[in-house]
């Protein structure tokens, strides 16, 4: 049998193995797991990457708050 030559014109081809949706990166802690394998090292790396993602989450009220007064000033009845 003979195979098809791709030309130039040809539309491109899909690498039938490339993800379109590539994985997300496996999470560094998941709520409730066990502990008891992970060193005190491990342990420390995991609640300084928790008190990070507290301070981005409480920035973003923050963020949403001032736009929320914004919101509330401009639709206030006078």
Do not use: Y
Not at 13 to 32: C, Y
């Amino acid at each position: 049998m003979l195979h098809p030559i791709v030309s130039v014109s040809d539309p491109i081809m899909v690498d039938p193995f490339l993800d379109e949706h590539p994985l997300k990166p496996k999470a560094t802690h998941e709520l409730g797991q066990d502990l008891s394998a992970l060193s005190i090292d491990e342990l420390q790396e995991r609640i300084d990457h928790l008190k990070n993602e507290i301070g981005r989450l409480e920035a973003e009220i923050i963020r949403k708050q001032a736009v929320k007064m914004a919101a509330a000033d401009i639709f206030k009845t006078r």
